[in-house]
T-cell receptor, first 114, second 116 residues
Framework: DTEVTQTPKHLVMGMTNKKSLKCEQHMGHRAMYWYKQKAKKPPELMFVYSYEKLSINESVPSRFSPECPNSSLLNLHLHALQPEDSALYLC?????????????FGPGTRLTVL | AQKVTQAQTEISVVEKEDVTLDCVYETRDTTYYLFWYKQPPSGELVFLIRRNSFDEQNEISGRYSWNFQKSTSSFNFTITASQVVDSAVYFCALRTRQGGSEKLVFGKGTKLTVNP
């Protein structure tokens, strides 16, 4: 299995809703990442988990809450989002070993906040 | 500072033309890794190649080739005999270390359109 899956593919939510994005991989990767990508921009790193522990938080607002329940799963919990949070949210995973740590990306979740 | 510059914002070619996408990087690391990713309209980033700083050998994979030049801090990507399916945004990225983890620094991307 050489893919990263993400659900849902599309999500529309109001500013008072609570929702979660899910990401799963079965490649034995122990590093997992959340990125946010706005139109015509490169991906921006949000969070990095290494061995199921949060290792990088790029000063992301607390309305985004990541969770890594095990080595295969990564969640992003969303609460009280703003319309400017509408974007493509990409999950990625990689080995931690230096010479093999290219990141493999999922297809993303297109989020619209009304 | 860790930085990746892709000066070409958009390129348009006709099918079967060769096209080169430029990537210039800045890093203070003595050992570093560079990557190219393809992002078709569907949105998923597809990994194309990883190159480490101590291996300057150029690489060819089918119609794709990469030219890594440490002397000019460049890692350029050439598509030979382009096809419509090559239309996508291409990102060059540099891996950098932050704390105990590593992260990718992306260039702004080059949008390639291959017209029939």
């Amino acid at each position: 299995d050489t893919e990263v899956t993400q659900t849902p593919k599309h999500l529309v939510m109001g500013m008072t809703n609570k929702k979660s994005l899910k990401c799963e991989q079965h490649m034995g990767h122990r590093a997992m990442y959340w990125y946010k990508q706005k139109a015509k921009k490169p991906p921006e790193l949000m969070f990095v988990y290494s061995y199921e522990k949060l290792s990088i938080n790029e000063s992301v607002p607390s309305r985004f809450s990541p969770e890594c329940p095990n080595s295969s799963l990564l969640n992003l919990h969303l609460h009280a989002l703003q319309p400017e949070d509408s974007a493509l949210y990409l999950c990625a995973s990689s080995f931690v070993v230096r010479d093999q740590n290219e990141q493999f990306f999922g297809p993303g979740t297109r989020l619209t906040v009304l | 500072a860790q930085k990746v510059t892709q000066a070409q914002t958009e390129i348009s070619v006709v099918e079967k033309e060769d096209v080169t996408l430029d990537c210039v990087y800045e890093t203070r690391d003595t050992t570093y890794y560079l990557f190219w990713y393809k992002q078709p309209p569907s949105g998923e980033l597809v990994f194309l190649i990883r190159r480490n700083s101590f291996d300057e050998q150029n690489e060819i994979s089918g119609r794709y080739s990469w030219n890594f030049q440490k002397s000019t801090s460049s890692f350029n990507f050439t598509i030979t005999a382009s096809q419509v399916v090559d239309s996508a945004v291409y990102f060059c990225a540099l891996r950098t270390r932050q704390g105990g983890s590593e992260k990718l620094v992306f260039g702004k991307g080059t949008k390639l359109t291959v017209n029939p």
